[in-house]
């Protein structure tokens, strides 16, 4: 009997630890982590640089001279590389560096032209071909505004009025003044000529008026004011000049000829002029800054290269600077 309830226990302790056994579950097994793929950085967009030329009538004139210093100096800035096509007042070269920007590829042309009339039918060319075609300086007139997307300038009638107002409030007593124009042919000598006629009061009174029979040349102002000394001498109290690096030839002639305290009046704010305002022996310079010509310029091409609707007219401010602003800037050159 004993042997027999010991193989009953033994045989019930059998079956308990299989029922144990099957009650366990089995060893979960941990997962794999899924490895997230590294993405391959897609390569940055390269900086594509545009190709700008400027067209210019003469780099012997310091304010173009100083306006292509300055778009060469900030054209990185806005992603631009320049070229220069210098006309020497020959409209036939200007015209000709419009065509070689078109057969190079060019994107953007700047013009600052001898003549609008000459130079027209080829910025109408560029236009077709897909380049914009930006005007500085001069102004457009009504029936070639067609031929160019923007104009960046100054309103020479404007300022020519605002040096007329200037000198008017500076004699309030009267005087008598000559006028140095500029080219005959440029019609921004015409709209300062015409500018400065309507802003000067009734008792300055007009002796003699010339304009330069090339060009914007020093040396033609000279002869011209020498011819005015040789009529006028000591009756001149003003003189009202289209351009400060004719107001050098003014005043090598006035000095010549041993004539002081004369109002000498220019435009421009070069350089030049600015010196000239500091030594005492130009009275006035009308500030048509480069820096804002180049400036504005790039800025307004680089708008409509990423799709902008740009304005066609873009007038700059002119300043009038005399001894004391000239005194001020040049102590602080950022103001």
Known sequence: MKKIVALLLAFLLMAGLAACAADTPEAIAEPTPEVSPVPTPEPEPECRVFRAAFITQSLTNESQAETWSEFQRMAPEVDFEMSIFAGEYEPDVEFDGVLTAIANGYDVIFVNPSSIEDIAPALQQARDAGLIVGML???IPDEYRHVVDFFVG???FLIGAQAGEFISQS???GASF???GGPVWDSVANARHEG???GIADNIIELGSVFAPTDWNTHEAMSIMEDFIARF??????VWCHWDEGVSGVI?????AGIEDVFVAGVGGSSIGYQQVLDGVQALSVDLP???LAWGSLRLARNMLEGETVLVDNWLPADMVTIDVARFSFLCPNW
């Open 178 to 180: 000559v006028e140095v």
């Open 233 to 238: 001498g000591n009756q001149i109290d003003i």
């Open 171 to 173: 004699f309030p007593d």
């Open 252 to 256: 090598e002639a006035l000095a010549n």
């Open 196 to 198: 400065f006629r309507s």
């Open 137 to 139: 300086s001069s102004m």
């Open 290 to 292: 480069t820096i804002s």
């Open 154 to 156: 100054f309103d020479n």
